[in-house]
């Protein structure tokens, strides 16, 4: 949900919030963060970790990390967002504060307090920014929608019975079901 708004929130209210405040900057608007469950958290450090392991092993130099990690999507200091996995390929898009410009890969799990944010807000905002893969993954739906964007859109529906592929990193598949199994 929004934060109270004053007249446009800029990157240096973002960057002043309180202390442990999770805010995303969107249009102008901070929208505050709600607390991952459990589920959301063993999706993420799993699938952060099996990302770091596939790069490391085939020798790779692209970068994971989980949220929170600011992402200044634009590198224009207008939207900051905090995508639960970002992974960033080149290195140059690094500073101490994050990642300046679009990551090459991008999963959200989704919150049901806000799901139109991952569905349709970053959706577009992803694709627009030229982010290159974007996983919405789905716990309440158990599935994904795995989207690559190169000259267009293109996405596939995964359930989370099914191991899921990557396009920007060959070889690469997450089992969601695995990962949530006994929950």
């Not at 505050?32 to 958290?41: C, E, G, N």
């Not at 989980?66 to 898009?93: I, M, Q």
């Not at 577009?124 to 030229?130: S, T």
Request: aromatic residues 12%; contains cysteine.
């Amino acid at each position: 949900m929004p934060l109270p708004r004053n007249d446009s929130y800029t990157s240096e209210d973002y960057w002043n919030l309180p202390d442990g405040v999770r805010s995303e900057l969107i249009d102008g608007e901070l929208w505050d963060l709600a607390s991952p469950s459990r589920a959301h958290q063993r999706i993420v450090s799993a699938l952060t970790t099996r990302l770091t392991n596939h790069i490391d092993a085939h020798h790779g130099t692209c970068e994971v990390y989980p949220a929170p990690f600011a992402v200044n999507l634009f590198a224009d200091d207008t939207t900051f967002v905090e995508p639960d996995v970002s992974v960033v390929c080149d290195r140059d898009k690094l500073s101490d504060r994050g990642c300046e410009g679009a990551p090459d890969f991008v999963a959200e799990v989704v919150s049901p307090s806000n799901p139109g944010m991952d569905y349709v807000s970053k959706l577009n905002l992803y694709r627009e920014a030229g982010v290159r893969e974007y996983w919405i993954c789905d716990p309440q739906q158990r599935r994904v929608l795995a989207y690559v964007f190169d000259s267009e859109a293109i996405v596939q529906t995964y359930a989370f019975t099914t191991p899921v592929p990557s396009a920007v990193f060959p070889g690469f598949e997450f089992d969601f079901g695995q990962v949530l199994a006994g929950m």
